[in-house]
């Protein structure tokens, strides 16, 4: 038995994980504050992101059911953790990002999108309006902080350090450990530990304190589930999870289960159904262009990509709900009538909470509509699939006012 | 009968001329939870290394190639709405599909169970 696709570097075929398969360089991976946690608690180590992550504890199955029905605790360290300081650090930053950081309240997030000349997606990410004293060392007056991707996060930083400011301070906090906690008893397990986070609503965030470690949470996440994201100085990071991990809602998730989550809440991935190719209208990502951002221009790409809006793009981000048992995964090609490859699949893979295969596909607009029946084509077999609303599962955020 | 193991992580039991061919307790260990199995037609002919199956955990999709050379005479009807009998067992009713060998001399050099728990035991 061997792999259909085998992934670059891998050393054996039985630990080539072709979903989580990421830019790993030939060097050794590094090893994140929780390493030993992870392994301690049985979670199979894989190269992701040039980094040693779990991709599994009891089972990718059973963590994905945990996590919609009770509480998962991810460990996402491998992000890159940023820090703007400066004068005008806002501003700076919408050279690049298409969404309004200037409005950004303190304790205010949004998601947003790093873009090249060409319109493109570099990277996806979160960028939040700091308060005052906030917990990131020297805290100054409206700094930012952001969250990237891990696999690009130093192509990243070389990106914005080009095109920010000089006067502006890029702080990379590699010090910092990043947890997940998601579902919809996260709340319950969280606010034992650290009264007040119940008062936080979906994209807010705020400084909180636990036995003298200071804690930077949002409400947000990656599962379409409530939850929380929390970023820690890595040398409290083992005392910290051990005693979440006491709470009886919590149980540790691996990286697998984390995107086979993502995939059924509607979420792309990046370097998998978004990339430098990719712009945010083709991607079904508009939401993130924001309306003083669209009138104002002036961000990377705009031109192109608000004449995409405005005529159209050729291919457009889809759901599809592929009929029988037989996952579809990335690489798929999709066909038209004649049996031509007209798009591709992204990301797929038996969705838990649903029950079905489903992927994530890029098509032409005219194949686009929810209930347009498709073909999709894989190791020469023809699969039948039907063009699905995201999310798969609905999402279950805590918003403002509900 | 006889059980031989491959390298690949394959086991083959030997009941006359035919081979019941599954995939290992270790493997399904690795792949994790198994959500389709796909089979041979009946009556394919498979030469030793040929592409023979594929099966598909929730994180990838592995095939499993002909361990041997012969023609399908059995698939495991069962795998098709249960295939999570894969990772329940593997070496038994967890079997992928029966072969009639073209040539029992390349079961030489397979290893017994003893030599294959030797062999996982390294990785």
């Known amino acids: 038995m061997k792999p259909g696709r085998p992934a670059a570097g891998s050393s054996h075929w039985l630990f080539t994980e072709d979903r989580l398969r990421e830019e790993v360089t030939e060097s050794q991976p590094a090893l994140l504050p929780l390493d030993a946690w992870h392994r301690a608690r049985g979670g199979r180590m894989v190269p992701f992101a040039g980094y040693e992550m ?118 990379h906090m590699e010090d910092r450990a990043l947890l997940a906690l998601q579902g919809p008893k996260a709340v319950d397990a969280l606010a034992r530990l650290v009264p007040g986070v119940a008062d936080l609503v979906f994209m807010r965030a705020g400084a909180f304190d636990w036995q003298g470690v200071p804690l930077w949470i949002s409400r947000s996440g990656y599962t379409g589930e409530d939850g929380f994201e929390i970023s820690l100085p890595g040398d409290a990071a083992t005392v910290f999870t051990d005693a979440l991990l006491e709470q009886p809602e919590v149980k540790p998730i691996g990286l697998g289960a ?145 | 009968m006889t059980r031989y193991f491959t390298e690949d992580h394959e086991w083959i039991d030997v009941d006359g001329s035919t081979a019941t061919v599954g995939i290992t307790d270790y493997a399904q260990g690795q792949l994790g939870d198994i959500v389709f199995v796909e089979l041979p037609d009946e009556g394919k002919r498979f030469e030793k290394g040929d592409e023979a199956a594929v099966v598909e955990s929730v994180k990838a999709a592995s095939d499993v190639y002909s361990p041997i050379s012969g023609t399908v005479v059995e698939l495991n009807g069962d795998l098709e709405d249960t295939p999570a009998l894969v990772n329940d067992d593997a070496e038994g009713d967890g079997w992928f599909f029966k072969l009639d060998m073209a040539d029992a001399g390349e079961l030489d050099g397979l290893m017994d169970e003893e030599k294959y728990g030797a062999f996982v035991s390294k990785l």
Do not use: C
Request: net charge negative.
């Open chain 1, 54 to 171: 779990p991709v599994q504890y009891e089972g990718i199955m059973a963590e994905h059911l945990w996590t919609r029905e009770s509480a998962g605790l991810f460990d996402v360290s491998h992000m890159g953790q940023l820090v703007f300081s400066g004068d005008g650090a806002d501003a700076e930053l919408e050279k690049l990002l298409p969404g309004d950081v200037r409005a950004l309240k303190a304790g205010r997030m949004r998601y947003s999108l790093l873009l090249n000349e060409a319109g493109g997606i570099l990277d996806d990410l979160m960028i939040t309006r700091l308060p005052e004293g906030h917990p990131f060392g020297e805290a100054g007056a409206d700094d930012l902080y952001m969250v990237v991707n891990g696999a690009v996060k130093f192509d990243d930083i070389g990106t914005l350090r080009e095109h920010v400011a000089d006067r502006i301070t890029i702080n």
């Open chain 1, 258 to 402: 984390r995107d086979s989550l993502r995939l059924e809440a509607g979420l792309p991935l990046y370097g998998h159904d978004l990339d430098p190719e990719i712009t945010p209208v083709t991607a079904d990502l508009g939401f993130a262009l924001s309306k003083r951002r669209r009138e104002e221009r002036g961000f990377a790409g705009a031109d192109h990509i608000l004449a995409e809006r405005e005529n159209g793009a050729v291919a457009r981000r889809v759901g599809l709900i592929i009929d029988g048992r037989q996952p579809v995964r990335e690489g798929a090609d999709v066909l038209d009538g004649e049996g031509s490859m007209v798009g591709r699949v992204t990301s797929g893979g038996v969705a838990p909470s649903v029950g079905k295969p489903i992927a994530m596909a890029y098509v032409p607009v005219a194949m686009a509509a929810p209930g347009t029946a498709i073909t999709v084509s894989q190791r020469g077999k023809v699969h039948h699939a039907t063009v699905a609303a995201m999310p798969f599962v609905p999402h279950r955020y805590v918003r403002a006012g509900a």
